[in-house]
């Protein structure tokens, strides 16, 4: 059976009037006013696992994947910061929304566990006080 082309219906011009009604989506961080990311924060977004790439935080922080990425090879100011991050100090704080934090409190935990496996010993060493 060969069919003619009145036949067919015009997909494009079906399409294309799907789309028009259709809402463009928002992505949360991508607008003209949003913060990039910096070089050395892109890197570490892209060498971490997929499940501990901090998307969320990403979108709606990128400051603080910066800072992040700049304390990443110093074991000791980066736990600093995660604590700073997840433990407010200041007082009269809003903080992370709970997606943000989960994200904070599992990238503390492959650092600890896969990127710097020793570390979490030693700081239980020290905190003891025998």
Known sequence: ?????SSIPNVASASADA???L?????????PDCEPLGIQAQRLF?????????????????????RIAAEWEAPRRLLQLMDELLIDQRGNR????????????NLREYYLNEVHVG???????RRTPW
């Open 1 to 5: 059976m060969i069919l003619q082309s």
């Open 19 to 21: 789309s028009a009604a």
């Open 23 to 31: 809402p463009a989506p928002v992505v949360l961080g991508h607008g």
């Open 46 to 66: 892209a060498s971490l696992p997929y499940a501990y790439r901090l998307s969320i935080t990403r979108q709606r922080f990128p400051h603080v994947l910066d």
């Open 94 to 105: 809003q903080g992370f929304p709970f997606e943000s934090v989960l994200e904070l409190t």
């Open 119 to 125: 570390l979490r010993t030693q700081i239980e060493t």
